[in-house]
């Protein structure tokens, strides 16, 4: 059974920083690109940052470089988001994501998290 748990959302002041954990089971991790999506209300769910299984490149949504870090362990088969100097247009439900680095049409999504950046 594939899962996808995802921890460390909350509330917090702006210019704070929060972990976001992601914990894989039921599939072989080190096959699959990590990301984080996010979705804020009234919006179109979005990239965030993406981490490639076979060299461990990223990509960052524009608005994200600079301030968040997507890392992998595949020993511990979680990925993080490490989110800095957060802003309240990061306020959004956080999403992990895994998809095979060839397709094949495997694609799994955790369940999400909510991260509030208010004063």
């Given at each position: 059974?594939v899962?996808l ?13 929060l ?11 080190s ?16 990239l ?5 299984s ?11 470089k600079?301030r968040?870090t ?5 020993a511990k088969n979680?990925v993080?988001?490490?989110?800095n100097s957060?802003?309240?247009?990061d ?5 992990c ?9 495997y694609?799994y ?11």
């Amino acid at each position: 059974q594939v899962q996808l748990v995802e921890s460390g959302g909350g509330l917090v002041q702006p210019g704070g920083s929060l972990r976001l954990s992601c914990a894989a089971s039921g599939f072989t991790f080190s096959n699959y690109d990590m990301s984080w999506y996010r979705q804020a209300p009234e919006k179109e769910r979005e990239l965030a940052a993406r981490i490639f299984s076979i060299d461990s490149n990223t990509n960052y949504v524009d608005s994200v470089k600079g301030r968040f870090t997507i890392s992998r362990d595949n020993a511990k088969n979680t990925v993080y988001l490490q989110m800095n100097s957060l802003k309240p247009e990061d306020t959004a439900v956080y999403y992990c994501n895994a998809r095979h680095k060839y397709g094949f049409g495997y694609n799994y999504w955790g369940q999400g998290t909510q991260v509030t950046v208010s004063s």
